[in-house]
């Protein structure tokens, strides 16, 4: 079983900094299926990342994926009032448990 | 627009089956090969659990952290599929979503979600 781990737990920042988000598989992903999600209090998830690194429809460029293998970063140049939210990874792996989602990082404002 | 909307008790008691069922307005369950439709699972303040899904050909895929418990089933008819969760216990307090996704992944778009406490 492939686990995730994100880093940091929690993240605090000013608007207009940039943020560095890590999520980091066990085992290698043979493939590059490492998706992104936001989320807002009260609200379900919102899918940024796809691909690790293709942004979804309508989000915004300062939202960028990378990496490969065993290590994801999720990188947000430069932070708006609502970027302050929860990240999470999620990977996709032919054995089961077939999804698996990291334990998420709290972006908060510092 | 493609949205899902979930829907269900939102008490049940200890050992019950908790039960719920995902609308599905602007598209259908049962007419692209490409898509899965997902529950997803959030205990309140903690992350995200897939639990399973049946893909548009009625074939299903669960979590093996609750496979002896649950089934998940669609009705083409009224364009919903549904989750059984057998034996409900604390654990299973969450909130639950509702999705669509390809095979390998990408969660998109998400219903808003229906909470579900399991207590007596």
Known sequence: ETVLTQSPDTLSLSPGEGATLSCRASQSLNNNFLTWYQQKPGQPPRLLIYGASNRATGIPDRFSGSGSGTDFTLTISRLEPEDFAVYYCQRYDGSAPMYSFGQGTRLEIK | ?120
């Open chain 2, 1 to 120: 627009q493609l949205q899902l909307q979930e829907s269900g008790p939102g008490l049940v008691k200890p050992s019950e089956t908790l039960s719920l069922t995902c609308s599905v307005s602007g598209g259908s369950i049962s007419s692209n090969n490409a898509y899965y439709w997902a529950y997803i699972r959030q205990p309140p303040g903690k992350g995200l659990e897939w639990i399973g899904s049946v893909h548009s050909s009625g074939s299903t895929y669960y979590n093996p952290s609750v496979k002896d418990r649950l089934s998940i089933s669609r009705d083409t008819s009224k364009n919903q599929f549904s989750l059984k969760l057998t034996y409900a216990t604390a654990a299973d307090t969450a909130v639950y979503y509702c999705a669509r996704h390809e095979g390998w992944g990408r969660f998109d778009p998400w219903g808003q979600g229906t909470l579900v406490t399991v207590s007596s």
